[in-house]
């Protein structure tokens, strides 16, 4: 088995290092190995830029849910602050007694 691979890297450096066609078949390698890179960078790019949106939006839910409970409790402060006075004195008056 080891021949066997030996014999395809020999076929493979005889295929590029040919004098007569060797030098454009290594440029459209080197051509086709930088779209790669380019688009395998621009893929990366992409999911990164869409799992910060993700956590972003997951974010922005929270701070939504948080501020929605904020408020339904916000009315039952404000009710037992106004039931420690009695009806027509100040709360402070109320406070004291």
């Given amino acids: ?4 691979w030996t014999a ?9 290092l040919d004098p007569g066609h060797g030098r454009r078949r ?3 390698l080197r051509d086709k190995a930088i779209k ?17 949106n993700r956590v ?7 701070r ?3 501020d929605d409970l904020m408020e339904e409790h916000e009315p039952r402060r404000a009710r037992k602050a106004n ?4 009806m027509g004195e100040p ?3 109320g406070a004291r007694g």
């Fill in 26 to 28: 290594r440029a459209v």
């Fill in 8 to 16: 395809l890297l020999g076929a493979g450096l005889m295929f590029l």
């Fill in 1 to 4: 088995m080891n021949w066997l």
């Fill in 56 to 62: 972003q939006g997951m974010i922005y839910e929270i």
């Fill in 91 to 93: 709360e402070s008056i």
């Fill in 36 to 52: 790669f890179s380019r688009m395998a960078r621009e893929e990366a790019d992409g999911q990164l830029r869409d799992k910060r």
């Fill in 64 to 66: 939504g849910i948080h």
């Fill in 83 to 86: 039931n420690r006075a009695p």
